[in-house]
């Protein structure tokens, strides 16, 4: 072979491994795709149970669940798969994925007509059996492995490899530092198993930790260690685009090898209210276990690992494991309580407990006694404290700056005096202190704050003696850059350009917009990119194509990194063009 195509094809593997050269374990990009459900074998009476055809679906999938437009609210619905080469897996029953949810009145959509996801490992064909028909169904698919199509199982099998042999390099170079010697168990963080594939739809909410809800997925226990951050990607995926919440629903997930995932977004330590338990989400937190025990049990590593994780979480929260908690229902379709029914439930319970719903499964529900002996009877050490901050402005232009402040009391209401608190933001996905202001003899403080990005932010109290550590929940600091027009036109002739220049700062992609005013109010008849030099620096035009009232601006649009930033929007008076003969003279 020439060595100019040796070369050549050097230079295409290199740019192919490129992205796995790295000392983390190699993810690969997830794929979401959606198919109608296909037709239905044989021709059942209407209210009569159905079985559809195998379905080849367009791309290899690990993950499949199912939606449909309209239909009884309890249905017995079961799906398998198989792959090209393969045989076909037991059914798997599956409920309606309104079991889980967010509490009603929240910002946060509820879905119908949804069935809980199915791990299927590789699977290339699907197949439903539902007890009813299902009008408008359609089968929802994703794929986390990187194997959806031909090409992405090359590509990804090219840098497995690479990756490794970096991360097997990586090992040899470097020595692992112990942990720290703490309560917390090991967490594996969001940034591991999802990066920016599952980033949430909006910021999170929070509430209390009294209880802890037990779950289970639904899917095969046969999976190996390697899927299982995989599977929580696929059902974050899920959760967030096919349910349309706001992100994955349950606080936490635990692996049958005792492995513990961080689940909804906004800080592990923090009271985040997830989408697990409708009706009962703001007092409590929720432990999914990946697979299905309506028939057997949950492993010994995993029941280790919730004890674990309910012995810091409750008494973090200022709970104790033991005894039982007091909750008033939000209502909802599946609470087994009517809205604003004060409910006492043990403080380790399964899903069933307050939900019409058959999980965590018959055989881990009975595990849940011996749950509750595993995390025995923790009760909070010291003094709770609380922190509370707030941004003013929350929102502003580039260059600027803001404060943060806040207060440090006791759970009481005491001012907690003389503490160093730590300002933090994300960067990276991982929190980072800016700042670490001391309270004042009120409990207060404050501090100034220049951020060239949006940043999620917090305030955390570390502990101090019998004071125990509190989080402020996140905040978004919202930055946006500043654009600017120099001596903007306000007057024109219809078929005559007008010209603008200006500077955006940072330099961003900015937009030209136009509005025309059409019958007493304005509306959007053009919008234009434009190119920014290096310094920011920009010039739009347009030409009106009627006499009458106009209004333009320069914008950027929002992105993860920056807010929207736009200028003032300047009124324009076009006129008739003036006459040849005038210009002449």
Same mark, same amino acid.
């Given at each position: 072979?020439?060595?100019?195509?040796?070369?050549?094809?050097?230079?295409?593997?290199?740019?192919?491994?490129?992205?796995?050269?790295?000392?983390?374990?190699?993810?690969?990009?997830?794929?979401?795709?959606?198919?109608?459900?296909?037709?239905?074998?044989?021709? =059942?009476?209407?209210?009569?149970? $159905?079985?559809?055809?195998?379905?080849?679906?367009?791309?290899?999938?690990?993950?499949?669940?199912?939606?449909?437009?309209?239909?009884?609210?309890?249905?017995?619905?079961?799906?398998?798969?198989?792959?090209?080469?393969?045989?076909?897996?037991?059914?798997?029953?599956?409920?309606?994925?309104?079991?889980?949810?967010?509490?009603?009145?929240?910002?946060?959509?509820?879905?119908?007509?949804?069935?809980?996801?199915?791990?299927?490992?590789?699977?290339?064909? /699907?197949?439903?059996?539902?007890?009813?028909?299902?009008?408008? /169904?359609?089968?929802?698919?994703?794929?986390?492995?990187?194997?959806?199509?031909?090409?992405?199982?090359?590509?990804?099998?090219?840098? +497995?490899?690479?990756?490794?042999?970096?991360?097997?390099?990586?090992?040899?170079?470097?020595? +692992?530092?112990?942990?720290?010697?703490?309560?917390?168990?090991?967490?594996?963080?969001?940034?591991?198993?999802?990066?920016?594939?599952? /980033? =949430?739809?909006?910021?999170?909410?929070?509430?209390?930790?009294?209880?802890?809800?037990?779950?289970?997925?639904?899917?095969?226990?046969?999976?190996?260690?390697?899927?299982?951050?995989?599977?929580?990607?696929?059902?974050?995926?899920?959760?967030?685009?096919?349910?349309?919440?706001?992100?994955?629903?349950?606080?936490?997930?635990?692996?049958?090898?005792?492995?513990?995932?961080?689940?909804?977004?906004?800080?592990?330590?923090?009271?985040?209210?997830?989408?697990?338990?409708?009706?009962?989400?703001?007092?409590?937190?929720?432990?999914?276990?990946?697979?299905?025990?309506?028939?057997?049990?949950?492993?010994?590593?995993?029941?280790?690992?919730?004890?674990?994780?309910?012995?810091?979480?409750?008494?973090?929260?200022?709970? =104790?494991?033991?005894?039982?908690?007091?909750?008033?229902?939000?209502?909802?379709?599946?609470?087994?309580?009517?809205?604003?029914?004060?409910?006492?439930?043990?403080?380790?319970?399964?899903?069933?407990?307050?939900?019409?719903?058959?999980?965590?499964?018959?055989?881990?529900?009975?595990?849940?006694?011996?749950?509750?002996?595993?995390?025995?009877?923790?009760?909070?050490?010291?003094?709770?404290?609380?922190?509370?901050?707030?941004?003013?402005?929350?929102?502003?232009?580039?260059?600027?700056?803001?404060?943060?402040?806040?207060?440090?009391?006791?759970?009481?209401?005491?001012?907690?005096?003389?503490?160093?608190?730590?300002?933090?933001?994300?960067?990276?996905?991982?929190?980072?202190?800016?700042?670490?202001?001391?309270?004042?003899?009120?409990?207060?403080?404050?501090?100034?704050?220049?951020?060239?990005?949006?940043?999620? $932010?917090? $305030?955390?109290?570390?502990?101090?003696?019998?004071?125990?550590?509190?989080?402020?929940?996140?905040?978004?600091?919202?930055?946006?850059?500043?654009? +600017?027009?120099?001596?903007?036109?306000?007057?024109?002739?219809?078929?005559?350009?007008?010209?603008?220049?200006?500077? $955006?700062?940072?330099? +961003?992609?900015?937009?030209?917009?136009?509005?025309?005013?059409?019958?007493?109010?304005?509306?959007?008849?053009?919008?234009?990119?434009?190119?920014?030099?290096?310094?920011?620096?920009?010039?739009?035009?347009?030409?009106?194509?009627?006499?009458?009232?106009?209004?333009?601006?320069?914008?950027?649009?929002?992105?993860?990194?920056?807010?929207?930033?736009?200028?003032?929007?300047?009124?324009?008076?076009?006129?008739?063009?003036?006459?040849?003969?005038?210009?002449?003279?």
């Amino acid at each position: 072979m020439p060595l100019l195509a040796v070369a050549a094809i050097v230079v295409v593997l290199g740019l192919v491994a490129g992205p796995a050269l790295s000392s983390r374990p190699y993810r690969p990009d997830p794929a979401d795709f959606s198919v109608a459900g296909g037709s239905i074998a044989g021709d =059942p009476a209407a209210d009569e149970g $159905v079985v559809s055809e195998p379905l080849h679906a367009p791309q290899r999938f690990n993950l499949v669940g199912m939606t449909w437009t309209d239909g009884p609210a309890r249905l017995a619905i079961a799906v398998r798969t198989r792959a090209d080469d393969g045989e076909w897996t037991h059914w798997t029953p599956v409920d309606a994925q309104s079991e889980d949810g967010p509490d009603p009145g929240t910002d946060e959509a509820a879905a119908s007509g949804t069935t809980n996801p199915v791990w299927a490992g590789e699977a290339d064909w /699907v197949q439903y059996r539902s007890s009813r028909r299902l009008p408008g /169904v359609q089968l929802h698919f994703v794929n986390t492995s990187g194997t959806a199509t031909a090409t992405d199982r090359l590509r990804t099998g090219l840098r +497995k490899a690479a990756n490794t042999a970096v991360v097997s390099l990586a090992g040899l170079l470097t020595t +692992k530092l112990a942990g720290a010697a703490e309560d917390q168990p090991a967490i594996v963080p969001r940034e591991d198993w999802a990066g920016d594939d599952c /980033v =949430p739809r909006t910021s999170p909410s929070y509430g209390q930790v009294r209880a802890a809800y037990v779950h289970h997925t639904v899917n095969a226990n046969t999976y190996t260690a390697e899927e299982a951050p995989q599977i929580v990607l696929a059902m974050c995926r899920y959760h967030r685009n096919t349910n349309g919440w706001n992100d994955l629903g349950y606080n936490f997930v635990v692996d049958r090898f005792g492995t513990i995932y961080e689940g909804r977004a906004g800080g592990i330590e923090a009271a985040v209210i997830g989408a697990q338990a409708e009706g009962f989400n703001s007092y409590s937190t929720g432990i999914a276990n990946i697979g299905t025990f309506s028939d057997e049990p949950q492993t010994h590593a995993a029941l280790e690992a919730m004890a674990r994780l309910i012995r810091w979480k409750l008494p973090l929260h200022g709970y =104790p494991t033991s005894g039982e908690a007091v909750m008033v229902s939000a209502g909802g379709a599946t609470n087994r309580y009517p809205s604003g029914t004060t409910v006492r439930v043990p403080r380790i319970l399964g899903h069933r407990d307050t939900n019409s719903t058959e999980c965590p499964g018959d055989v881990l529900y009975a595990q849940i006694d011996d749950l509750r002996a595993m995390a025995g009877s923790i009760a909070p050490q010291g003094t709770a404290t609380r922190v509370e901050a707030s941004l003013k402005p929350g929102t502003l232009d580039y260059g600027d700056e803001t404060t943060l402040s806040g207060k440090l009391t006791t759970a009481d209401g005491d001012p907690v005096v003389a503490q160093p608190v730590a300002v933090q933001a994300r960067i990276d996905g991982k929190w980072r202190t800016s700042s670490q202001p001391v309270t004042g003899s009120d409990g207060s403080f404050a501090a100034p704050l220049k951020p060239k990005l949006s940043r999620p $932010v917090r $305030v955390r109290f570390a502990g101090a003696g019998d004071l125990r550590s509190s989080i402020t929940p996140t905040l978004t600091l919202a930055v946006r850059p500043v654009v +600017k027009l120099r001596h903007p036109p306000r007057r024109g002739a219809r078929g005559v350009r007008v010209r603008f220049a200006g500077k $955006v700062k940072p330099r +961003k992609l900015v937009y030209q917009v136009l509005q025309a005013e059409r019958r007493g109010r304005f509306r959007k008849v053009g919008v234009k990119a434009l190119r920014t030099t290096g310094t920011g620096a920009f010039r739009g035009s347009f030409v009106p194509a009627q006499t009458g009232d106009y209004r333009y601006y320069v914008a950027t649009k929002a992105d993860i990194t920056m807010a929207r930033g736009a200028t003032p929007k300047i009124e324009l008076r076009v006129g008739r063009p003036a006459r040849r003969n005038a210009i002449l003279r």
